[in-house]
Structure formats: structure tokens, C-alpha cells
């Protein structure tokens, strides 16, 4: 997160993630205080993670996968051999 991508005050997403081209990675990761993860990107961009983001997007991604588990378990059940 910074400030070209998420506005600062509302959190709101400024970058379109389909204009990032599928090349870009990442070059280096470190910790930065007791609070967040700092991302230096291929092309010279900087971003930085709180941890509190980072497991709120894990819980909802598990959140998620339970969910589509689930579905899948039901599919299974209901379609005809």
C-alpha cells in the first residue's frame, strides 16, 4: 500500500490492478517495525503492508476456500454417476 495506489484518508483503491504487468515481482521483503512488511517491487515501486492487512486478507481468503470446499462437497453429493 501507498500513496499512488490506496488514498491515504479513505482507503480507498486508486491503481487498477490489470494495468500491473505480469512481470513485475518482487525483489526484497523485510519487516519494518513491529507493524508491517516492506515490498520493493521490480520496477522501483515500494509498498508497505501492515501485518493487521496481511491477516485480514488470510482469514478471508481461508474464509473463502472453506466456503468453495464446501460447495464443492455438496456438488459432489448432488451430481448424478
Known amino acids: ?3 499512488a495506489c490506496v488514498e491515504e484518508l479513505t482507503g480507498k483503491q486508486i491503481l487498477n490492478p490489470e494495468s500491473i504487468p505480469e512481470s513485475i ?3 526484497s521483503m523485510s519487516p519494518t517495525g513491529n ?3 516492506s ?6 515501486h515500494k509498498s508497505l503492508y501492515p501485518y493487521r ?3 485480514s486478507m488470510l482469514a478471508s481468503k481461508n474464509t473463502n476456500d472453506e466456503v468453495l470446499d464446501g460447495n464443492m462437497e455438496k456438488e459432489k453429493e448432488t451430481v448424478p454417476l
Open 1 to 3: 500500500r501507498c500513496a
Open 25 to 27: 515481482r518482487p525483489m
Open 39 to 44: 515490498v520493493d517491487w521490480s520496477d522501483g
Open 35 to 37: 507493524y508491517a512488511v
Open 53 to 55: 492487512q496481511i491477516r
